[in-house]
């Protein structure tokens, strides 16, 4: 479909890959990865004709229908955001345009004759093509799209110009996703998408019929859909087959190899050199030497990369809080006539990991910035339980920043307590490495003072955080890294996010913002998923239309049935690792308890105000951390519980 032969890329001089071999087949479903800079958005600009290549070509099949969704938006008209996606259609404006003409010479001439016939014949070849390419059903198809993607019928007549950014991308995905291409690029599709508007592309991605070509940096996306890997890694582009998931396991197993030949070639380099260092005023030796030193001057160095795993990011100790740090009482929030949340009553537990979830628009956002009180509700109050202290994090904390301060004196003015090099550290981890931490924020990109505020957040001493879609600009390794930082952090923990797969590991309690309320899902994201699939295959089966029997078909109950099984017992998994986690947890504590009580009763210890004194505060500490492991225990038992007693009623 479309063959890649002898490819070189530069950039400001330097090769991005070089010498590019491959093809792509029908049907491929292809994960495009590789480090930021690296060439992956030129690389799908070149298959789209929107960049030509200086070395190599790119050959395509003929008549090869491709679509293409970038980053950035390009141009909105004022079309509606209907009428925005038919005219894309190239081939449907076509026919339209060939219909007319046609009506209109049959108007003009008589009822009968050579001409008239001749025109009946044209529209009867017209309306078989539009049998063939599904014309009839392409506004039905339009809606569905648009639906799927966060739509309602009653923006359809609004005017795409009107959209914010977020939902222009969405308009502009809908035109491809309609487009009956053969090859689908994607540049980053999730970032404006939610949970609800992502399972729906998941599900459609899935399914489609032609090739498809992706960036994303949500692993859950890329794993569900892609079933080969195109890595550009040390100016080479290479395709592995199997899951994203394989790749990163083969990705982990070529570092390791890495490093053993790091090692090796660095004994063979110090030898060399000792050498060299021990016969260099040697006559007798003086070939030998200079040999020495041409092989030295030949060797292609390996440069190891420093890994997520060698960048460990601990958040501070700090005071715990009350057992209830955030109390919502009552609270309605409206803009305007427009009424967004509705009597809201929530209680946060201390120690809690929660993610908020739902439609976009629905008040995520505005729900994080009352509970952070950010934002003043309408009406209800909210509480600030004993000793709460809250750092928040969202895209507008940009505006908090000293545009004209360097990044690493914006942290370093943000806390003190860490050294330079520890902040290097942890902004490498945030993308920002070598003198790029001295670079202003006023020079800073959107993203990149997102990340700045983001590792201002990391630096806190509050036992409350809440993030409202912390991941939006950043790369696989620094969500690991953020993501491990978080999992480890004993406060309590507010998450607004689409990403799947960062909320997996560290909530355990999901809550929904939805029609003005909210639902509260006690487990953790992938039981969410499970229960939501489940109410809209239950709403499916309710609302079918009068054509159909009214029932979803028996086929369809058991693949819905078997999928949920899969879904549960995948959910139960990774429950009863967190349980065994908690249980080994839990023994070091009740260890560390019982040595504690041992020495207040030791009379070197209760005779020394200092050693009593520091004893009992650790006692309290370690007896708070186990009350707290106690909980999450119980509660993860509930849940695997509930998820067991539903797998029963399935099978």
Same mark, same amino acid.
């Given at each position: 479909?479309?063959?890649?032969?002898?490819?070189?890329?530069?950039?400001?001089?330097?090769?991005?890959?070089?010498?590019?071999?491959?093809?792509?087949?029908?049907?491929?479903?292809?994960?495009?990865?590789?480090?930021?800079?690296?060439?992956?958005?030129?690389?799908?600009?070149?298959?789209?004709?929107?960049?030509?290549?200086?070395?190599?070509?790119?050959?395509?099949?003929?008549?090869?229908?491709?679509?293409?969704?970038?980053?950035?938006?390009?141009?909105?008209? @004022?079309?509606?955001?209907?009428?925005?996606?038919?005219?894309?259609?190239?081939?449907?404006?076509?026919?339209?345009?060939?219909?007319?003409?046609?009506?209109?010479?049959?108007?003009?001439?008589?009822?009968?004759?050579?001409?008239?016939?001749?025109?009946?014949?044209?529209?009867?070849?017209?309306?078989?093509?539009?049998?063939?390419?599904?014309?009839?059903?392409?506004?039905?198809?339009?809606?569905?799209?648009?639906?799927?993607?966060?739509?309602?019928?009653?923006?359809?007549?609004?005017?795409?110009?009107?959209?914010?950014?977020?939902?222009?991308?969405?308009?502009?995905?809908?035109?491809?996703?309609?487009?009956?291409?053969?090859?689908?690029?994607?540049?980053?599709?999730?970032?404006?998408?939610?949970?609800?508007?992502?399972?729906?592309?998941?599900?459609?991605?899935?399914?489609?019929?032609?090739?498809?070509?992706?960036?994303?940096?949500? =692993?859950?996306?890329?794993?569900?859909?892609?079933?080969?890997?195109?890595?550009?890694?040390?100016?080479?582009?290479?395709?592995?087959?199997?899951?994203?998931?394989?790749?990163?396991?083969?990705?982990?197993?070529?570092?390791?190899?890495?490093?053993?030949?790091?090692?090796?070639?660095?004994?063979?380099?110090?030898?060399?050199?000792?050498?060299?260092?021990?016969?260099?005023?040697?006559?007798?030796?003086?070939?030998?030497?200079?040999?020495?030193?041409?092989?030295?001057?030949?060797?292609?160095?390996?440069?190891?990369? +420093?890994?997520?795993?060698?960048?460990?990011?601990?958040?501070?100790?700090?005071?715990?809080?009350?057992?209830?740090?955030?109390?919502?009482?009552?609270?309605?929030?409206?803009?305007?006539?427009?009424?967004?949340?509705?009597?809201?009553?929530?209680?946060?537990?201390?120690?809690?990991?929660?993610?908020?979830?739902?439609?976009?628009?629905?008040?995520?956002?505005?729900?994080?910035?009352?509970?952070?009180? =950010?934002?003043?509700?309408?009406?209800? @109050?909210?509480?600030?339980?004993? @000793?709460?202290?809250?750092?928040?994090?969202?895209?507008?904390?940009?505006?908090?920043?000293?545009?004209? @301060?360097?990044?690493?004196?914006?942290?370093?003015?943000?806390?003190?307590?860490?050294?330079?090099?520890?902040?290097?550290?942890?902004?490498?981890?945030?993308?920002?490495?070598?003198?790029?931490?001295?670079?202003?924020?006023?020079?800073?990109?959107?993203?990149?003072?997102?990340?700045?505020?983001?590792?201002?957040?990391?630096?806190?001493?509050?036992?409350?955080?809440?993030?409202?879609?912390?991941?939006?600009?950043?790369?696989?390794?620094?969500? =690991?890294?953020?993501?491990?930082?978080?999992?480890?952090?004993?406060?309590?923990?507010?998450?607004?996010?689409?990403?799947?797969?960062?909320?997996?590991?560290?909530?355990?309690?999901?809550?929904?913002?939805?029609?003005?309320?909210?639902?509260?899902?006690?487990?953790?994201?992938?039981?969410?998923?499970?229960?939501?699939?489940?109410?809209?295959?239950?709403?499916?089966?309710?609302?079918?239309?009068?054509?159909?029997?009214?029932?979803?078909?028996?086929?369809?109950?058991?693949?819905?049935?078997?999928?949920?099984?899969?879904?549960?017992?995948?959910?139960?998994?990774?429950?009863?690792?967190?349980?065994?986690?908690?249980?080994?947890?839990?023994?070091?504590?009740?260890?560390?308890?019982?040595?504690?009580?041992?020495?207040?009763?030791?009379?070197?210890?209760?005779?020394?105000?200092?050693?009593?004194?520091?004893?009992?505060?650790?006692?309290?500490?370690?007896?708070?951390?186990?009350?707290?492991?106690?909980?999450?225990?119980?509660?993860?038992?509930?849940?695997? +519980?509930?998820?067991?007693?539903?797998?029963?009623?399935?099978?």
């Amino acid at each position: 479909m479309i063959d890649i032969n002898s490819l070189s890329v530069q950039f400001t001089g330097e090769n991005l890959f070089e010498n590019v071999n491959l093809k792509i087949l029908p049907n491929d479903k292809i994960a495009l990865v590789g480090s930021n800079g690296t060439g992956k958005s030129t690389f799908l600009k070149m298959l789209s004709g929107k960049q030509s290549q200086e070395n190599g070509t790119i050959s395509f099949k003929k008549g090869l229908k491709i679509g293409y969704l970038p980053q950035e938006l390009i141009s909105v008209n @004022n079309h509606t955001i209907f009428e925005d996606v038919r005219n894309s259609l190239t081939q449907i404006i076509e026919i339209d345009e060939r219909d007319k003409l046609l009506q209109a010479k049959l108007n003009r001439l008589p009822s009968s004759g050579n001409e008239h016939d001749e025109i009946i014949k044209q529209i009867g070849n017209l309306n078989h093509l539009k049998e063939e390419i599904g014309y009839y059903e392409i506004n039905s198809t339009i809606e569905k799209i648009l639906m799927g993607l966060g739509f309602s019928k009653d923006q359809f007549d609004n005017a795409t110009s009107q959209l914010s950014g977020g939902w222009q991308m969405r308009v502009e995905l809908a035109k491809i996703l309609s487009s009956n291409n053969d090859i689908i690029l994607l540049d980053e599709p999730t970032n404006h998408l939610d949970i609800d508007s992502l399972q729906w592309l998941v599900k459609f991605l899935k399914s489609y019929k032609g090739a498809i070509i992706l960036v994303s940096h949500d =692993r859950y996306f890329v794993n569900n859909i892609c079933t080969k890997t195109l890595e550009i890694y040390n100016k080479n582009v290479t395709f592995y087959k199997g899951s994203y998931n394989d790749y990163l396991n083969f990705k982990e197993e070529r570092a390791e190899k890495l490093k053993l030949d790091y090692a090796e070639q660095q004994k063979q380099i110090k030898q060399t050199e000792q050498f060299i260092e021990r016969f260099r005023y040697k006559a007798t030796k003086a070939k030998q030497v200079q040999s020495r030193i041409k092989q030295l001057e030949k060797i292609e160095r390996i440069e190891l990369v +420093e890994t997520e795993n060698k960048i460990n990011f601990h958040f501070f100790d700090t005071n715990p809080s009350g057992v209830i740090p955030l109390k919502l009482n009552n609270v309605s929030k409206a803009y305007g006539n427009l009424s967004v949340l509705e009597n809201i009553n929530l209680d946060i537990e201390r120690g809690e990991k929660i993610a908020l979830v739902g439609p976009n628009g629905a008040g995520k956002t505005t729900l994080s910035k009352i509970l952070s009180k =950010r934002l003043e509700a309408t009406s209800g @109050n909210v509480e600030l339980g004993y @000793n709460t202290l809250i750092s928040f994090y969202a895209q507008d904390v940009v505006d908090n920043l000293n545009l004209e @301060n360097d990044i690493i004196t914006e942290l370093y003015e943000s806390d003190s307590e860490n050294t330079i090099g520890q902040l290097r550290t942890l902004l490498g981890a945030f993308l920002f490495n070598g003198d790029d931490v001295f670079k202003k924020i006023k020079v800073l990109s959107g993203g990149e003072k997102s990340r700045v505020g983001l590792a201002k957040v990391l630096l806190t001493k509050a036992n409350t955080i809440i993030l409202d879609e912390p991941t939006n600009h950043l790369d696989y390794d620094s969500k =690991r890294i953020l993501q491990n930082a978080l999992g480890k952090f004993d406060g309590t923990l507010i998450i607004v996010s689409h990403d799947v797969d960062f909320l997996k590991p560290i909530v355990s309690k999901v809550i929904e913002v939805r029609n003005k309320t909210l639902k509260t899902y006690y487990g953790g994201i992938d039981y969410y998923l499970v229960k939501r699939e489940e109410s809209d295959f239950s709403e499916i089966n309710e609302n079918k239309n009068d054509d159909f029997s009214g029932k979803i078909s028996r086929k369809d109950q058991k693949r819905f049935e078997a999928e949920k099984r899969q879904k549960f017992h995948k959910a139960t998994k990774e429950i009863k690792t967190k349980i065994t986690q908690c249980e080994i947890e839990i023994d070091k504590l009740e260890s560390s308890k019982t040595s504690l009580e041992l020495d207040m009763m030791n009379e070197k210890v209760y005779s020394n105000p200092m050693l009593a004194k520091q004893n009992k505060i650790e006692y309290d500490k370690v007896k708070f951390e186990l009350e707290r492991q106690y909980e999450i225990w119980t509660n993860y038992s509930e849940e695997l +519980e509930k998820i067991t007693i539903e797998l029963e009623q399935i099978d």
